[in-house]
């Protein structure tokens, strides 16, 4: 093993010209700079000065081991210098809207634990209205869904709203559009409501249910048509064929309550701002 501690010695020897000049240097004993020299010598099986009663100078085994040296102290101090930084430490509250927790969501928690792995996160999956409501009422230090209005939180994208159905699936002209949708007070389910309503058309709740996986389901099933944001229609559901209304476009953003300004959250805040979102 190369010790750090002989190779300060040996490289204050190799640089000063002289065991005396070190040991100054290192505020050591000339003797104890001798015995680091003479344990490094031992350990690497070669002879590193040449001494005489003038000078000290470095045998080609000498002249090698500085570059080694230089490398190994360097390696040292990066390693010290990496675990001497401030950690981050605590817990963010973070809330995601339904839609985003199989998208781009669980890479980028990857990439802030792998950044900061001594922050534990709490992860609350809602409707984004409930969101909302439990960010104002402090329950939550971030959220990650969509913004009701322009004045939320920092837009990551903006993206339509399209109607999807099981393939194939075709509306009965005139008969009342049926509907897959989230529970109120659900954005999407209001949406589509409002266009409905807009051009006059007739509707019935097919089913609905708090979970995207079960919309997906009743989606496939043939229940009704469903609403999403184009960028997270679940596998096996395609765009429906019919005279249905056109929908308007839908906000994601993330939102920070009291504590987002710093620590842990606003790291968070942070990465997901930096994210490469649809």
């Given at each position: 093993m190369l010790d750090p501690v002989w190779l300060r010695s040996f490289l204050a020897v190799a640089e000063t010209g002289g065991f005396t000049e070190a040991?100054?240097?290192?505020?050591?004993?000339?003797?104890?700079?001798?015995?680091?020299?003479?344990?490094?010598?031992?350990?690497?099986?070669?002879?590193?000065?040449?001494?005489?009663?003038h000078s000290v100078k470095l045998t080609g085994d000498g002249e090698a081991l500085t570059g080694f040296a230089h490398n190994i102290l360097e390696q040292e101090r990066l390693a010290m210098?990496?675990?001497?930084?401030?950690?981050?430490?605590?817990?963010?509250?973070?809330?995601?809207?339904?839609?985003?927790?199989?998208?781009?969501l669980p890479a980028t928690?990857?990439?802030?634990?792998?950044?900061?792995?001594?922050?534990?996160?709490?992860?609350?999956?809602?409707?984004?209205?409930?969101?909302?409501?439990?960010?104002?009422?402090?329950?939550?230090?971030?959220?990650?869904?969509?913004?009701?209005?322009?004045?939320?939180?920092?837009l990551l994208w903006r993206e339509p709203l399209v109607w999807v159905g099981r393939p194939g699936l075709r509306l009965t002209k005139g008969e009342p559009v049926p509907l897959v949708?989230?529970?109120?007070?659900?954005?999407?389910?209001?949406?589509?409501l409002e266009a409905l309503r807009a051009c006059g058309m007739q509707?019935?709740?097919?089913?609905?249910?708090?979970?995207?996986?079960?919309?997906?389901?009743?989606?496939?099933?043939?229940l009704g048509v469903a609403v999403f944001a184009r960028s997270v229609v679940p596998e096996g559901l395609v765009?429906?064929?019919?005279?249905?209304?056109?929908?308007?476009?839908?906000?994601?953003?993330?939102?920070?309550?009291?504590?987002?300004?710093?620590?842990?959250?606003a790291a968070l805040a942070e990465l997901i701002i930096a994210a490469r979102w649809p």
């Amino acid at each position: 093993m190369l010790d750090p501690v002989w190779l300060r010695s040996f490289l204050a020897v190799a640089e000063t010209g002289g065991f005396t000049e070190a040991a100054r240097r290192l505020c050591l004993g000339q003797s104890t700079v001798s015995q680091h020299v003479r344990r490094l010598e031992q350990a690497t099986g070669r002879q590193l000065f040449v001494r005489d009663t003038h000078s000290v100078k470095l045998t080609g085994d000498g002249e090698a081991l500085t570059g080694f040296a230089h490398n190994i102290l360097e390696q040292e101090r990066l390693a010290m210098a990496y675990f001497a930084r401030p950690e981050l430490r605590g817990k963010v509250r973070l809330g995601v809207c339904e839609d985003l927790v199989l998208g781009h969501l669980p890479a980028t928690l990857r990439r802030f634990r792998a950044t900061h792995p001594l922050v534990d996160l709490e992860l609350t999956v809602e409707l984004s209205s409930l969101l909302h409501d439990r960010l104002a009422a402090g329950g939550l230090d971030l959220v990650l869904a969509k913004r009701r209005t322009e004045a939320d939180g920092h837009l990551l994208w903006r993206e339509p709203l399209v109607w999807v159905g099981r393939p194939g699936l075709r509306l009965t002209k005139g008969e009342p559009v049926p509907l897959v949708v989230y529970p109120e007070p659900s954005l999407t389910r209001a949406r589509a409501l409002e266009a409905l309503r807009a051009c006059g058309m007739q509707w019935r709740i097919g089913c609905w249910s708090d979970r995207l996986n079960g919309l997906r389901a009743a989606a496939l099933a043939g229940l009704g048509v469903a609403v999403f944001a184009r960028s997270v229609v679940p596998e096996g559901l395609v765009p429906v064929e019919g005279e249905l209304p056109p929908l308007a476009e839908v906000d994601f953003a993330v939102l920070g309550g009291r504590r987002a300004g710093h620590g842990p959250a606003a790291a968070l805040a942070e990465l997901i701002i930096a994210a490469r979102w649809p």
